[in-house]
């Protein structure tokens, strides 16, 4: 009997298809796994305590499903948390379990790095701190800087205790004298003088302080005459209606 391709060809063909079909759903459901930079939280923080020192805020978390799942996921449909309302005071460390990570359906958390996070609680506790002015520069040629005062010249900080007792002052940002021949004034918001990974914070007052900034001629000599205001009086009195504002940096 001769075997000819053309016997049920419809047949072969159909059985062809499902064979291609089936290999692509199987190559689909093969696991594969990717890594991911998840941000930790820490909540549930009573509002007496404040975490202290430097805190980890990314976990590199590794899942394992299959490949259309993977695709699927992006690193702001994950969660990594860490519920404090149960932490003592001090230092402790936390073991961060696959049960804490927020994943999408389908797949599984294989590895959590780092696994075992340190965490540091301390009350938290509000400072009054002086605020100082920062000047970099120097006015014009036979112009310089006769004095400055801050309003207010206070601020209040707060954060964990063992942190805040170690602030002893706010610094407003530099200010610069170049060019400046008039009296002026800035806005800045007090930046307390911390690490940058310090979680001490200005709480009050809300808003900017004032830097009110006398310039004068060299050599302490000072304007004659009480009458009406001169050219640069008038600019004076200009720039302390218009105070500009400075970018202290942090915040």
């Not at 707060?158 to 805040?164: H, I, L």
Request: proline residues 9%; positive net charge; contains cysteine.
């Amino acid at each position: 009997m001769r075997f000819s391709l053309r016997q049920n060809l419809y047949l072969k063909l159909f059985s062809l298809i499902l064979a291609v079909v089936c290999w692509y759903v199987v190559r689909g459901e093969e696991e594969r796994v990717r890594d991911y930079a998840v941000p930790l939280e820490y909540t549930n923080l009573p509002s007496s305590y404040d975490l202290s020192g430097q805190v980890i805020d990314t976990v590199a978390v590794r899942l394992r499903a299959p490949e259309p799942v993977l695709r699927t996921i992006t690193e702001d449909r994950l969660s990594a948390r860490i519920d404090l309302s149960k932490a003592p005071l001090g230092e402790q460390y936390i073991t961060l379990t696959p049960g804490m990570i927020g994943v999408p359906g389908g797949a599984r958390v294989d590895q959590v790095n780092p696994d075992l996070i340190k965490v540091r609680i301390e009350r938290k506790i509000k400072r009054e701190v002086p605020v100082v002015a920062e000047f970099a520069g120097a006015p014009p040629r036979g112009y310089t800087k006769i004095r400055h005062v801050i309003d207010p010249p206070m601020v209040t900080i707060e954060g964990p205790a063992n942190e805040v007792t170690q602030v002893i002052r706010a610094l407003t940002g530099t200010i610069l004298l170049d060019g400046e021949t008039v009296d002026y004034e800035v806005e800045a918001t007090p930046i307390p003088d911390a690490p940058s990974w310090s979680r001490v914070h200005g709480v009050a007052p809300q808003g900017p302080v004032r830097v009110s900034v006398s310039i004068g001629p060299a050599g302490g000599a000072s304007e004659r005459g009480t009458g009406s205001p001169t050219g640069d009086a008038r600019s004076r009195a200009a720039a302390r209606r218009t105070p500009r504002r400075i970018d202290t940096g942090r915040r």
